[in-house]
């Protein structure tokens, strides 16, 4: 069988604003931020999942504690969905950032890790939640780099292709995991 798998990302924070690349460090939404998770919630509750897996990153916490407020969707907290850890460079202006990101598909930001481990986590959990839900539907939220890992995962997109191109919102994207 199959496990279909949605994802989105966490709603629009306070460093999104200002142009800070958070990484590992918490995050908080905006007022824009919460409406978003709010809309998540219209969007996705009626839709019967088996659970919501989502970062142990505060800022995707507080989008799904406001989209799944008041429901019985069992909801999961996982660091391996957890953004790419920049290390020294968490909370630099994503401008800075964006310089040196294909720098680090395969060797770790000083003091973080590289994209290619955030895909190496991605597959452990696509594994995990591939036995564990079989035949179910499962929501993941969490960051940019975890839709890069699945993208190269699922679709066969190449890592450096996924990390360069710009950031195109959509609600949320859809893939059936066998």
Known sequence: MAVHLTYETHATTEDNEQGVATGWLPGRLSPAGRRQAALLGERRRPEGYAAVIVSD?????????????????????????????????????????????????????????SYLQVVDQTRELLGEISAEFDGARV?????????WALQHLLDGTPLAEAVAAPFDWQPGWSWTVT
């Open 57 to 113: 990153l505060a800022r995707a916490v507080e989008t799904v504690a406001i989209a799944f407020a008041g429901s019985d969707v069992p909801v999961r907290q996982d660091a391996r969905l957890r953004e790419c850890d920049y290390g020294d460079l968490n909370g630099c202006r994503v401008t800075d950032l964006e310089q040196v990101r294909l720098d680090h598909l395969d060797v770790p930001f000083p003091g973080g890790q």
């Open 139 to 147: 929501l993941l939220v969490a960051h940019s780099a975890n839709r």
